[in-house]
């Protein structure tokens, strides 16, 4: 599906404008979290430097989008899979009332993901310091995962987390229709491609539904 390229700072500041209508408040919080990014990409790495200059389209409108594919409305928690730096959680906290919980299991990472949150007051977020497999199971209305593990790997440890309803976000890169051909076929058809808006080159996968023990045993 074809999608105007958001190609500038100008331009994603503009398309969250468009998409998001953004409260006063919400940009401050947008702005204070990309100033919070650059600060402590110093210390550590949480974002390639060459972005940084290009950060509003690379990372804040790139996460974004996102949000875009999941415009339903309820309190369904979001769970964010290897938020690493917040991306796309933070933003989507930022934008959206929705329950959020990030999961990292880096130490220093999550010190920065609750600075964050409480620097600009995201009650709403809750960060959890620990692998995926040894986090209990609630059930999620959405599940993303900017960059997590391959595409099999990811469905597999987090599928139990989904139910029939839950949408799947999952940014895939060049790769998306290559790595979804791999999957099985019943969890094939649970997604399909959507065109990213801040690269030509890159595709989303968003699914619906859950897997069931059945179906994860079918090739």
Known sequence: MECELIDSEEAARGWLE???????????????????????????????????????VRHIADSAQL???DTRDG????????????LPGLVVAILSPRPILLVESRKRRCDFL???TDEIDLAHVEVVEAPLDRIGTRPAATISARAFAPLDRLIGLSTRFSTESTRWL????????????????AWQRMFHVEQSRTDAESQILVGDGQIGAKQRGKR
Do not use: M, Y
Request: hydrophobic fraction near 50%; charge should be negative.
């Open 18 to 56: 468009t998409a998001f209508a953004p409260t006063a408040d919400q940009w401050t919080k947008l702005e204070r979290f990309v100033a919070l990014l650059v600060a402590e990409n110093e210390q550590q790495n949480l974002i390639a430097a060459s972005t940084i200059p290009t950060i509003w």
């Open 67 to 69: 949000l875009s594919f």
């Open 75 to 86: 309190e369904g928690l979001w769970i964010d899979l290897g938020s690493g730096p917040g």
């Open 114 to 116: 609750r600075a964050v």
């Open 170 to 185: 999952l940014p895939k890169g060049r790769n998306a229709v290559k790595e979804l051909a791999l999957l099985p076929e």
